[in-house]
């Protein structure tokens, strides 16, 4: 994914995102998934915008397995489809925004080897829609350690990174260290050389509100896990709810960095979220909140400026929460669960 020459057109590319996103899946959909078998769900997709990727998939993979590979397979496509239509400056912020992939991709190895899942459990979940070639992606799932992966990586974009936070992972036992080293190198990428044009306004405030969700997750993740880590080693530069000396304050006590979020300009969009974190105690569930408020935040921008990238960026959200969501009913039907269960786990805009 190089530099593509040309004037940025977003008006052209916006066109077609709003078609494309009249198409994505609405609450009575998901709701008429969750009264079907994972079979039957299958068949479904087969009417919609994944016809494609099922009729392709459909001799190979059966059940879940056709529906995650499909999923996977559609959300790659569109992003080349958006990427297809790019041009200019326009195309070079999208490839940067889409190496999240990548740092998707490098969490689910890590996580996989972590939790000693076998290979194909892993390979059912990459996204091959960022920079690292499937070459890499398929030799990286069949590794057998942390340390193996991290010296796969050792040459991209997380290299670096990655290889600094392996001491406090050895030391520690937990992932946190080098999860957070990955985001902190996608987002390092993403917020250099954004540019100062009007334009990119509210590109750049929407980048500011997702760092800043980011770092929420880190230091409640750091409240939670007891280690003495220090939060200013996972501080992501770039937000503006947080300042390093706010996460150091703020890590340690749940409750309190509960009220500072409540208390910010995030506070009604996020007040949802927080209240599941208060009652039920669910950092899933809150993280689920952040998502929701993040693609929230983004239309709201396009609004504001329609022919940004940041309707582009909404849509991108947005689709990422469909397949989720279909993802997570079909898991849900296999593992047994009713249909409150597996509707508590979705994010429905």
């Known amino acids: 994914m190089s530099s593509r020459s040309g004037s940025a057109n ?38 919609t915008t994944y016809e494609r990727e099922v009729n392709e998939l459909g001799s190979r993979f059966g059940g879940v397995d056709l529906i995650e590979y499909a999923l996977n397979r559609n959300l790659a496509r569109q992003f080349d489809d958006l990427l297809g239509w790019a041009e200019g400056g ?10 999240k992939f990548d740092a998707w991709n490098v969490k689910t190895l890590l996580r996989g080897v972590y939790a000693e899942a076998g290979a194909e459990d892993v390979r059912v979940d990459l996204i091959q829609a960022g920079e690292l070639d499937s070459t890499r992606l398929e030799r990286l799932a069949d590794a057998g350690t942390v340390e193996e992966i991290v010296e796969g990586l050792s040459d991209t974009l997380f290299g ?17 260290p080098l999860e957070n080293a990955v985001d902190r190198a996608y987002y390092e990428l993403l917020t250099t050389n954004v540019g100062s044009s009007p334009e990119l306004a509210e590109y750049r405030r929407y980048l500011r509100a997702e760092i800043d969700f980011r770092n929420a997750i880190n230091a409640l993740r750091l409240a939670r896990s007891g280690t003495e880590l220090d939060p200013a080693e996972y501080f992501i530069d770039g937000g503006g709810l947080f300042s ?32 599941e974190l208060e009652s039920a105690d669910s950092l899933a569930g809150f993280e689920r909140g952040l998502e929701a408020a993040q693609v929230e935040y983004a239309d709201a921008l396009g609004t504001v400026f329609p022919l940004s990238v940041t309707p582009v960026i909404a849509f991108v959200l947005s689709k990422e929460r469909e397949v989720d969501n279909i993802r997570a009913i079909a898991r849900g039907k296999e593992a047994g669960l009713d249909a409150d269960e597996i509707e508590r786990e979705l994010v429905i805009l």
Do not use: H, K
């Open 244 to 275: 390093i000396r706010d996460v150091q304050r703020l890590a340690g006590d749940v409750n309190e960095l509960i009220a500072y979020i409540r208390d910010s300009t995030y506070g009604d969009d996020l007040s949802a979220a927080l209240d």
């Open 160 to 176: 670096d990174a990655l290889a600094d936070a392996v001491e406090d992972y050895e030391e520690t036992g937990l992932l946190v």
């Open 90 to 99: 326009l195309y070079d912020l999208l490839v940067r925004y889409l190496r």
């Open 10 to 47: 977003a008006e052209y590319v916006n066109a077609r995102v709003r078609s494309r996103r009249a198409g994505l899946y609405d609450e009575e959909s998901y709701r008429r998934l969750l009264r079907m078998s994972p079979a039957e769900i299958a068949r479904e997709m087969e009417e």
